[in-house]
């Protein structure tokens, strides 16, 4: 059999893009830490943004499944890597979120970012969320179990996990139309499968 290799789908780039997001979300809790502590003021989080830098130098492999217009794309480590390596993202407010890449296990996918606090004499926060991209009823989500923050922030995570978790996940339901991005590009997500190193995409066309 031949071996065909495709370029990926530009949908894949928005799969990793709204993993990214996750992380960004998390940055901005150092800031609003900052805040809370140094003012009596409610903080008010700053709104991310990324610009893309780079492209990755290689092409996740999508292989046709047999008898079947599904498709399976396969993202490795190091291609999530890439996505993540071509990103730099300022959060505003004299925040920079550097360093960003990710780690794919079994079972959930660890997001890691340093963030740059100029407010804290340029202090760098280490920051970590744990991730699980699913299909529910037909619709392609990401969801967060886990945010850790690190330095001398790493004793609050627990306190802040519950309402980071919930505020994340809630972020990313009601303001990222992942679905909508999808359907534009004529795909549909019907399963994501996680496995050591890298996790595998199944769609179809959209009729």
Not at 37 to 50: D, G, I, Q, W
Not at 138 to 156: E, K, P, T
Request: hydrophobic share 40%.
């Amino acid at each position: 059999m031949r071996d065909k290799r495709a370029s990926a789908p530009k949908w894949t780039v928005l799969l990793v893009v709204c993993m990214a997001s996750v992380v960004l979300l998390a940055c901005i809790i150092p800031s609003a830490l900052t805040r809370a502590v140094r003012t009596a003021e409610p903080a008010v989080l700053p709104s991310p943004t990324a610009s893309p830098q780079a492209s990755p130098t290689q092409a996740p492999l999508a292989t046709p499944a047999p008898g079947s217009q599904t498709t399976v794309t396969r993202i490795t480590e190091q291609q999530l890597n890439d996505y993540l390596g071509g990103y730099t993202t300022s959060l505003g407010e004299g925040l920079e979120c550097q360093q960003l890449r990710g780690h794919i296990y079994n079972d959930h996918i660890t997001l890691l970012a340093t963030v740059k606090v100029d407010r804290l004499q340029g202090a760098l926060v280490p920051v970590e969320a744990d991730v699980v991209p699913v299909v529910n009823g037909g619709h392609l989500q990401v969801q967060v179990q886990d945010v850790r923050l690190g330095g001398s922030y790493a004793a609050m995570s627990s306190l802040i996990k519950p309402l980071l978790v919930t505020g994340i996940n809630d972020n990313l339901v009601n303001g990222f139309a992942l679905d909508d991005l999808l359907a534009e590009q004529g795909v549909q997500v019907t399963g994501v499968s996680l496995h050591e190193g890298y996790m595998d995409v199944t769609s179809t066309h959209a009729g």
